[in-house]
């Protein structure tokens, strides 16, 4: 295979670069990204980075050997795809050729679609993001964080650790309902709330006015920053045209193949594929650990390589406060929640399951214990139903 485009500069392009090489590819690479910057780590952003400025140095990715000779052509994003002519073209005009394609163009901010004007309205997706909120965190200042997710709840503990005064929205019962659950939610609450943080829950942003917000019940908000925490699109408008269903991502077969084109494959948070470890929805995974493992497989499957089955486990982890989450499996596919070990009040084990199966861990502390369930998953554990 000759040229190889990577559209998407972030650690799924970098992934995908390095994997073509340790794949056997000597032809052309050209990665394309839209962001200025190389490759960086974006955890941080919701966490170090808004307690104290962090360079570029320090959380840009180390370059390997292998991919000393790729081209990079950063901060000019593609911005249309014909498939058919084998053809991307860049913001500024340019039209790149290609034999291979990678689609690793990631997500953006979702963004609140309310009326009015008035705080400083911020998301927390990239570096330059991360710099402008943290000038305005500072102690007493209001903030309201719109979102309960991740992102929300992260940025929320961070800037309560400024001495901001916090206030969290979101129209879920319970903080980061939708990868935990109500009852380990519950306990996140109860946590932050012990922090000083302030949840309105249920609701949702109605407007924004002069002062701060007013959500959908009439509640007044006052807050002179507003994060917009509120999830993420993914980023497929520049492959309109082509007969793709865009409708959630790009989808995907077992193998990584976009649609089944051979000369396309899709890799991280962008790429909706099924899990054969779980079912045949295909399904996109938003977690740190996707470019790595889409990459390595993706890489094969573009060279013509036989990969074998793709069967990732999903892994994740949020700091809040001093308290590490750590995740395996895929938490959110159970519908049987239990406590496996500890106690919720301080370290805990909490297991997921579905149909008797163990699909997904969340370990509130215990790091001692996250080799054994990682295994567990792996090995495909099966429990008693209870």
Partial sequence: MGRIVVAGASLGGLRAAEQLRAAGHTGEIVVVGDEPHPPYNRPPLSKEALATEISLDRVAFRMRPSVADVAWRLGTPVVRADLAARTVHLADGTEIRYDGLVVATGLRPRRLDAPGTGPSRHVVRTLDDAAALRERLRPGVRAAVVGAGFIGCEVAATARTLGADV???????????????????????????????????????????????????????????????????????????????????????????????????????????????????????????????????????????????????????????????????APGLGDDVRVLEGDLGGEAVVGYHRDGRLVGVVMLGAARRQAHYRGLLLDDARVPAS
């Fill in 167 to 329: 206030t969290v929205v979101a129209p879920e019962e319970q903080p980061m309902l939708r990868p935990l659950g109500a009852r380990l939610g519950a306990e996140l609450r109860r946590r932050h709330e012990g922090r000083g943080v302030r949840f309105l829950l249920g609701r949702t942003v109605a407007r924004f006015t002069g002062t701060g917000l007013e959500l959908s019940d009439g509640t007044q908000v006052a807050a002179e920053v507003v994060v917009e925490a509120v999830g993420s699109v993914p980023c497929v408008e520049w492959l309109d045209g082509n007969g793709l269903d865009l409708s959630d991502g790009v989808l995907c077969d077992g193998a990584l193949r976009v649609e089944g084109r051979p000369e396309v494959v899709a890799v991280g948070d962008v790429a909706r594929f099924p899990n054969p470890r779980y079912d045949d929805v295909p399904r996109r995974v938003e977690h740190w650990s996707m470019p790595t493992d889409t990459a390595r497989h993706a890489a094969r499957t573009l060279l013509g390589q036989d990969a074998g089955p793709f069967m990732p486990l999903p892994s994740f982890w949020s700091d809040q406060y001093d308290l590490r989450l750590q995740s395996f499996g």
